[in-house]
């Protein structure tokens, strides 16, 4: 939803509605969620969806990127340092580094969220030689360019009661001009309305997930995302039985949040803005 006054407004992208905007290889489709088309102006977000077996070759792109897998198994290979990912792990690669990925499975499909930090997707085909080395399930090295968070050893942390989040990439973990992470709410988990002094991209990658934003409510799972522009008030709420995971990506360099009113949320009291008083913030 975007407001006809120019300000804007959040973005809901339901994937289930989507169709693939590009094929860069058989077997291969990658969606955009979360782009300069829904106002987005720091960063850009979507998934790729890879069959059995297929591959995208050597590229490269002009800014920051960040694949987090959400199922199957991948096999990344940069600059001929191969590594191999499962779901919930994330590798993040700098401006300029040439890198390929292939389904590594071959009788399930590939499913990973990708991040930019641009609002304009592109990518620049390689036809570089690298001398190959297997890494497998090892991580990079110091010295290398890439990073890479494994979920089941990433440093867990509890910003609300039964919300456990993990830091995948940022500032500190080698990104630049984007971060982000995974959350997952037990059952009757939820986050306290706060807002952002950055743009935010929120996919529903397990279960299903209760957004509200100055309140306006929404039902969100099967990746369906939500684009918050900066400054405005919402909250994520798990309201069934069962568990509900997000992937989260800030147009920022590390995360940060300010908790304001539930009300602002829920909608009984307007949100002012730039106007708010700091005492509001309470």
Sequence with gaps: MTEASGVVKETIVPASAREAQIHPAPGVGVYFFVTESCGARGFSTGIARFSPGAYVGYHSHPFNEAV???????????????????????????????????????????????????????????????????????????????????????AVYEPAKNAFFLDLFSRRLGAKGICGGHGRFLPGASLPCHIHDFEESITIVDGTAICYVEGRRYELSGCDTAYI??????????????????????????????????????????????????DETA
């Design 229 to 278: 522009p900066k400054g405005i008030p919402h909250r994520l709420l798990n309201q069934t039985s069962s568990d509900m995971s997000m992937i989260w990506v800030y147009a920022a360099d590390e995360p940060d949040q300010r908790i304001v009113n539930t009300r602002y949320c829920s909608g009984e009291v307007v949100w002012p803005g730039a106007a708010l008083a700091e």
């Design 68 to 154: 987090t897998i959400v199922a199957g198994r991948a096999r990344f290979v940069v600059e001929g340092r191969g590594y191999r990912l499962h779901a919930g792990d994330c590798i993040h690669f700098p401006a300029g580094v040439a890198h390929m990925v292939r389904n590594d499975r071959p009788a399930s499909e590939l499913v990973a969220h990708w991040a930019f930090s641009d609002p304009n997707p592109t990518r620049l085909d390689s036809e570089q030689v690298f001398h190959g080395e297997e890494r497998g399930e090892g991580n990079p090295k110091e010295a290398d360019p890439e990073t890479i968070v494994r979920y089941a050893h990433g």
